[in-house]
């Protein structure tokens, strides 16, 4: 009788507890997000339920809405709170959040600035904490099922798609300091994004991020001109279409968190397996001004942030280049097969020169069946040919851009 007596005297105060913290819960998390955006963002949620015995709260059908973005999430479950920490040094350390489900859509207008609507960042949040708190820790943020959608207006054409997508992140600290995260694992079962600037989609099967491992996979990626090769000149007034696509490629020794502050692109190998590269130029618009085209190392040095890649292999290559007058019938056709190029020092820092070397086979012309092999090599901003190029016609190759 006892033991039931004191276990219905905790259960009692239990719900007691519940009843009221519940509420102000609620009300402080809903006050925190509107004061970490600016009045920007509201919270609204179905149920909040705090969980003593675990020591942390779980909410059902969230939403995060503004003017352009509606964020929902099916469930979000918090565990592991410190409390006497809480208490004691009034830092609140969470041992994990799981996301369930979450939703981005996001609606740009042709007025809409880089700074309208922005959700909370770590600074606007520490700011919104910083009277109660001194500083939020978080173990581990887990993300299951998630989807991103970013589209102009009402449209129904996207301009960006992440579809199904997990991620787990690792000590998240909002505090004075700001920091990044010291881990971040990230798969996305595909992607798409639309070219505002040029009519042309890039689109990628899984992407797999681990910073830890200093790893990023990409599998299946494709750049897309929206248009085939018979209409997109006259459709676009466009001279070049290009096309682009690869099985796959994978950096290794990348160092995610110098990209993610913005200090540079760094590491130290990049295998690209199947990459496919097919240029047509169409000559049946009016012609414009000669463009002389940069070749790789220079093109480095418009990049406007470091980059310092130690090692590139490319195998099993293709280039297709296709040209075309207004009094052809048909296009002339240029082919490299079985590509295969290392490239070493690709690097826009100091003076340290890249150097590169390039196999394949030349297919169109008169070549014969088997193609003609070609090897190039490149250094110190000069390159030079070994091979027999394949009698073709591609009148004025050397005056249009």
């Known amino acids: 009788m006892a033991t039931v007596a004191i276990l219905s005297l905790l259960g009692l105060t239990g719900i007691v507890l519940r009843s009221k913290l519940e509420p102000l819960v609620r009300s402080s998390l809903i006050t925190m997000v ?112 998630g989807m991103i959608s970013v589209r102009y207006g009402d449209s129904r054409a996207g301009l960006a798609r992440i579809d199904s997508f997990n991620a787990t992140i690792r000590m998240v600290t909002i505090d004075s300091t700001a920091t990044l995260p010291t881990e971040i694992d990230l798969t996305i079962a595909s992607a798409e994004w639309t070219l505002d600037s040029a009519p042309n989609r890039i689109r990628s099967g899984h992407i797999d991020v681990s910073t830890s491992a200093q790893r990023l996979r990409v599998n299946g990626l494709k750049w897309v001109p929206l248009g085939d090769y018979e209409t997109f000149a006259m459709s676009y007034r466009r001279h070049n279409r290009v096309a682009f696509a690869l099985n ?30 097919e240029v047509a130029h169409d000559k049946r618009l009016p012609p414009k001004p000669f463009r002389v085209r940069k070749l790789i190392h220079l093109m480095l040095n418009d990049i406007p942030m470091p980059v310092d890649i130690r090692h590139v292999d490319i195998s099993d290559g293709l280039i297709v280049y296709r040209h075309r007058h207004a009094d052809d019938r048909i296009p002339a056709v240029l082919r490299f097969d079985g590509l295969v190029a290392s490239l070493d ?57």
């Not at 709170?81 to 809480?86: E, L, N």
């Not at 489900?101 to 609606?107: G, K, L, N």
């Not at 994978?250 to 690209?272: T, V």
């Not at 070549?367 to 490149?378: A, K, L, M, Q, S």
């Open 34 to 145: 509107s004061e970490s955006s600016d009045g920007a963002f509201e919270l609204r949620l179905s149920r909040l339920r705090i969980h003593l015995l675990r020591g942390g709260f779980s909410m059902d059908d969230v939403s995060l809405i503004s003017d352009s973005t509606r964020i929902e999430v099916k469930r979000i479950d918090v565990r592991r709170i410190q409390v006497i920490r809480f208490l004691r040094k009034r830092v609140l350390d969470i041992g994990l959040i799981r996301f369930d489900t979450p939703t981005v859509d996001h609606r740009m207008s042709a007025e809409e600035s880089e700074t309208d609507s922005l959700p909370p960042t770590m600074t606007r949040l520490y700011h919104a904490i910083r009277p109660v708190l001194s500083s939020i820790r978080i173990h581990t943020i887990q993300v299951s099922g």
């Open 248 to 277: 796959s490629l994978e950096l290794s020794g990348w160092k995610a968190d110098a990209f993610i502050r913005g200090e540079g692109f760094f590491a130290s190998s990049m295998s690209i397996i199947s990459p496919s590269l």
């Open 345 to 401: 020092h690709v690097t826009n820092i100091g003076s340290e020169a890249m150097t590169m070397h390039t196999e394949t086979r030349v297919m169109g012309g008169r070549t014969p069946d088997g193609g003609c092999p070609v090897r190039t090599e490149f250094s110190h901003g000069s390159a030079s040919c070994d091979g027999e190029l394949p009698s073709i016609q591609l009148r004025g190759i050397q005056s249009g851009s």
